[in-house]
T-cell receptor, first 112, second 112 residues
Framework: GEQVEQRPPHLSVREGDSAVITCTYT??????FFWYKQEPGASLQLLMK?????EINEGQGFTVLLNKKDKRLSLNLTAAHPGDSAAYFC???????????FGKGTSLTVIP | AQTIHQWPVAEIKAVGSPLSLGCTIK??????LYWYWQATGGTLQQLFY??????VESVVQLNLSASRPKDDQFILSTEKLLLSHSGFYLC???????????FGPGTRLTVL
């Protein structure tokens, strides 16, 4: 089955700095990619979805990059602020399948 | 607008006791439904998914079972809890052909 590796497990940055989280996956048939944010004690919130026809997606204060050749997905918070402190998870799914494979998560701390 | 509700919010149970967790989705017809377990420390594991009433597929075996008695309801249960069942249980929904999953608020289970 699919293997998703997420790095780093912990990340601490100063307010205003950028933060980059990366996931690599193994299944070349993976087609749908997602980033979720989980604040302490809360559920998961969908941040961004990226499909195989899309390489770069921009949201509010972050950019998602997909490199299918390297099987790599990254989330770049461009100017982190304390409200970004949370756990972030990537998720990967193959077309036609209901299985979602999550990375192990990155705990991000933004220091004021 | 769709809403997803999980009950109970939290539960403390004894080893060997039975368990039933529930999830309801309002505002979406015939959603795909999922159960996830999140261990302390963050790893998310998909447990079950259901595409239609009465049909449930198991992803991993954790001495748990799931049922979908109604289109908008998903139940997770076991007759005998283990210490290893402690964690955060999340229900999620998606629509066919869109793949992104939206998560409920979760149930925190402590097994003593």
């Amino acid at each position: 089955g699919e293997q998703v590796e997420q790095r780093p497990p912990h990340l601490s940055v100063r307010e205003g700095d950028s933060a980059v989280i990366t996931c690599t996956y193994t299944d070349p048939n993976s087609y749908y990619f997602f980033w979720y944010k989980q604040e302490p004690g809360a559920s998961l919130q969908l941040l961004m979805k990226v499909f195989s026809s899309t390489e770069i997606n921009e949201g509010q204060g972050f950019t998602v990059l997909l490199n299918k050749k390297d099987k790599r997905l990254s989330l770049n918070l461009t100017a982190a602020h304390p409200g970004d402190s949370a756990a972030y998870f990537c998720a990967v799914s193959a077309a036609g399948y209901q299985n979602f494979y999550f990375g192990k998560g990155t705990s991000l701390t933004v220091i004021p | 607008a769709q809403t997803i509700h999980q009950w109970p919010v939290a539960e403390i149970k004894a080893v060997g006791s039975p368990l039933s967790l529930g999830c309801t989705i309002k505002g979406k017809s015939s959603p795909n439904l999922y159960w996830y377990w999140q261990a302390t420390g963050g790893t998310l594991q998909q447990l079950f998914y259901s595409i239609t009433v009465g049909q449930v597929e198991s992803v991993v075996q954790l001495n748990l079972s799931a049922s979908r008695p109604k289109d908008d309801q998903f139940i997770l249960s076991t007759e005998k809890l283990l210490l290893s069942h402690s964690g955060f249980y999340l229900c999620a929904w998606s629509l066919a052909r869109t793949y992104e999953q939206y998560f409920g608020p979760g149930t925190r289970l402590t097994v003593l």
